[in-house]
């Protein structure tokens, strides 16, 4: 086995170079979906810090705003977060 049988007679190479040509663009498409591409840019998507400040009566409030939790109990969980 020569230098000139590196790809094995490029035959067999060329499968090679298609399989990791799709593989990096399947990552790619992948990483765009999952993490947005330069078309999905909403503001603060994956902003994170946004989630840590909010508060536990500011998430209390956004429950009941929703409509998750009766006024009963948004009464009773202000209630004892006040204590």
Known sequence: MGPGNFW?????????I???I????VFVMVGW?????????????????NRETETP???VERRY?????????FEQI???LSL
């Open 8 to 16: 094995c007679d490029g035959m067999s190479g060329f499968p090679m």
């Open 18 to 20: 298609t399989f990791f």
């Open 22 to 25: 799709i593989l990096v663009t």
């Open 33 to 49: 979906w999952c993490f947005g591409g330069p078309w999905r840019r909403y503001p603060g998507a994956y902003d994170h810090k």
């Open 57 to 59: 009566l500011e998430i």
């Open 65 to 73: 705003a929703k409509g998750e939790i009766s006024k009963q109990e």
């Open 78 to 80: 202000k209630k004892d």
